[in-house]
């Protein structure tokens, strides 16, 4: 038996430039599936990102799924990507062992935690005080090349990873310190600064985008205590689920979300394609 695609869309352009595809699974032109492909929002065309895949119960556990992952990679290559990317839930195991089979890497997985109706308290002689106009400009330059260089270290280019920085840092914090829904705080202990926090309060969730311990303070539990500012924050914002992205390999990020009660809700994995 034959497991294609076929398209059941002509490729969409978005005005941005992003492409998107919809395809049927198919065995031997029988209808098993969807398939739904598209290239990433933050990395233009260089990167596809497969955003649903879909067989029906009855084809099943026959590698079907993955044929159609393959298929798809061989779309990609055709947009000109260099790399195809998949956000897996936490809870969906069958798919995350797929791709894993077919050689997609970690790149970060999303974390989130509920949170009760009382803050959380801060240790003895910590506390958070807004950011001020004056380090804002210091501390966007040093977290922008922060993260442009986890993206490089984590297979994209310097240049693709420098403009998704510019990109990101543009879009989140648009009016700076004025941007809505922002909060940039300082972590002080016994009136020294050791570390920031970036908090960003939705609708529905607050989120941590970014949580850092001065370099000089490092390995003395300020990191803990910033990520109980942000809960304690968040709560007083009326918000019950805090939720973040760790990077794979980060294991002491991960091992401090996990001692605090966050779980793992969605992976994200990536691949070359050569």
Known sequence: MTTTLRPTEPLQRSADGVLSRRFQVCVNSRPVGTLGLGS?????????????????????????????????????????????EVQVPAAAEPALHLVRALGYVLRNRGMEKRLGDT?????????????TEAEYEGWLAHASAQYARVWQERGVSEAEARERSRRDHARLLPRGLATEGLRLSVLEHEGTRVGVLWL???????????????????GQGHGRTLMLLAEAQAI??????????????????????????????????YKDLI
């Open 119 to 131: 803050p959380p308290g801060l240790p003895a002689g910590s506390r958070g005080r807004d950011l």
């Open 40 to 84: 990433s929002r933050d990395f233009g065309t260089l990167t596809a990102r497969i955003v649903e895949l879909g067989i029906e119960e009855p084809d099943r556990r026959r590698g079907r799924g993955t044929v159609a992952a393959l298929a798809a990679e061989e779309v990609a290559r055709g947009w000109g990507c260099r790399q195809i």
């Open 200 to 218: 960003a309060l939705r609708a529905d969730a607050a989120w941590v985008y970014r949580v850092e311990t001065d370099a000089a303070h490092r």
């Open 236 to 269: 007083a914002a009326g918000k019950r689920v805090l939720s973040l992205n760790v990077f794979a390999g980060n294991t002491p990020a991960e091992r401090l979300y996990e001692s605090l009660g966050y779980t793992t809700v969605s992976y994200s994995l």
